[in-house]
């Protein structure tokens, strides 16, 4: 669905309402004994790294789709590349604003419950290191015209980060916390939070979309 000014702007309107109902879930969710009121935080942090992850995923399968397109030159795949490109591009930008979000929190957090910096923790530092090659990847799609290099940017910025995320150990950050926690309160909260979340990050891409499609027909005008 094409999403005119009204439409956008509603689209905007329900992805703040959604954020604020994430941050009311937060508030209301069950503390845990050893973090105590910090969770509250870390509730957010932990949703928004793996909606961040997720969409890098989904940015790097519709790039190889897209390439798929371009190698066969036939078919439904071929047929709707641009749109790909644009689904894949969206995707992409939704993750790198989830990741900075993610990486701002998960240096707040840190530094509240274990008293950590994001430059001593192996995990955080590659988060950082990760969020300035998504920037710079950001940049460059906006400057470069060659749509199969776009893609191709598309793809390599999620490959690079699942290789320098599975090779960096951990030195105090938990281990996927909430998946091992033995209450089903928190477990319940968190995959609500993250419920909501991925909502926020459908708009999100649905409204970066109807960016590219404004900037692409501007420059055939």
Do not use: C
């Not at 840190?110 to 995990?123: F, H, I, K, Q, Y």
């Amino acid at each position: 669905m094409e999403l005119n000014p009204g439409r956008r702007k509603t689209a905007l309107l329900i992805t703040f309402g959604l954020i604020i109902l994430a941050i009311v879930l937060a508030l209301v969710a069950p503390e845990e004994k050893t973090l105590g009121n910090y969770i509250r935080l870390i509730y957010i942090h932990a949703a928004v790294t793996w909606v961040g992850m997720a969409m890098f995923a989904i940015s790097g399968l519709l790039s190889l789709f897209y390439f798929a397109g371009l190698i066969t030159r036939s078919g439904p795949l071929a047929k709707k590349t641009t749109n790909v490109l644009h689904l894949s591009s969206a995707s992409q930008s939704t993750a790198i604003l989830f990741w900075t979000a993610s990486v701002i929190m998960g240096s707040y957090a840190a530094s509240l419950t274990w008293g950590g910096r994001w430059w001593t923790e192996p995990r955080l530092r590659v988060a950082v290191i990760i969020l300035l090659m998504a920037i710079v990847a950001f940049i460059l799609r906006l400057i470069v015209q060659s749509a199969p290099v776009r893609a191709g940017i598309n793809l390599g910025l999620p490959v690079i980060s699942v290789l320098l995320l599975t090779k960096t150990g951990k030195l105090v950050h938990p281990n996927n916390a909430f998946a091992r926690s033995d209450s089903f309160q928190i477990k319940l909260f968190v995959g609500l939070i993250t419920l909501v979340f991925i909502v926020v990050a459908i708009n999100v891409t649905r409204l970066f979309i109807a960016g590219f499609k404004d900037k692409e027909a501007r420059v055939y005008d």
